[in-house]
């Protein structure tokens, strides 16, 4: 039951759910998904440790940068299927395929230009 409350309260946030999607398939420095959601670096911080928490992304650190990015194959099965049904459901979504084309201009970046910003 708490794996599910965690996750449900994750997923119940349009932020959130921007940034799962835009993890999907790539790994994204947190510089990056701030220029994308142009929020605070605090908000996107509470963000990435609510999704954390539910287990959804995994993190990598290398150097001064934390990498993001969905959880593998060795998440539990109701976090893969939380994953998929939220990708599957909203992957034609405009604002979606808005994110999806900045983030293309984003990763043109060197994210050590996005950090100092």
């Not at 349009?14 to 605090?42: F, T």
């Not at 992304?57 to 969905?70: F, M, P």
Request: aromatic share 6%; glycine share 4%.
């Amino acid at each position: 039951m708490f794996d599910f409350i965690t996750i449900t309260k994750a997923l119940a946030e349009e932020n959130r759910i921007r940034i799962l999607l835009a993890l999907d398939g790539r790994e994204l420095c947190v510089c990056q998904i701030i220029e994308l959601l142009q929020l605070a670096p605090s908000t996107v911080s509470k963000h990435m440790s609510i999704l954390k928490q539910a287990r959804l992304v995994e993190t990598r650190k290398d150097g001064r940068w934390i990498y993001y990015r969905l959880t593998g194959d060795q998440a539990p099965s109701a976090v893969k299927g939380a994953i998929a049904w939220v990708c599957n459901c909203l992957s034609k979504d405009r604002g979606i395929q808005e994110d999806a084309r900045q983030l293309k201009q984003i990763l043109k970046l060197d994210p050590e230009v996005l950090c100092r910003r």
